[in-house]
Nanobody, 121 residues
């Protein structure tokens, strides 16, 4: 009942920047937390950054100072601005959105299809 459309990602050289976006649509009454996670080959999925409806952010130590998460509540969209990218940032990035469905007023927790980010020279 909630669809997430992810855009952005791709190949970038070390030190470069990329911006990811994730737009939520569907039977949404409200959205609480929006976030980004990533998974590199052979590794478990890890938290990258999250942002609450009130704007409180939380970052993984590995991306602090380089990545910025933001959201546009009117568009139900979350962004991840990634600067000073490193080869170790290479991973499959997925977005996660949690909130309340308008049809049932029950909580939902949805995952987007993800996008590949490759940092290489």
């Amino acid at each position: 009942q909630v669809q997430l459309v992810v855009s952005g990602g791709g190949l970038v050289q070390p030190g470069g920047s990329l911006r990811l976006s994730c737009a939520a649509s569907g039977s949404i009454f409200s959205i609480n937390v929006m976030g980004w996670y990533r998974q590199a080959p052979g590794n478990q999925r890890e938290h990258v950054a999250t942002i609450t409806s009130g704007g409180t952010t939380n970052y993984a130590d590995s991306v602090k100072g380089r990545f910025t998460i933001s959201r546009d509540n009117a568009k139900n969209t979350v962004y991840l601005q990634m600067n000073s990218l490193k080869p170790e940032d290479t991973a499959y990035y997925v977005c996660n959105v949690g909130g309340i469905l308008s049809s049932t007023l029950r909580r939902f927790d949805s995952w987007g299809q993800g996008t590949q980010v490759t940092v290489s020279s």
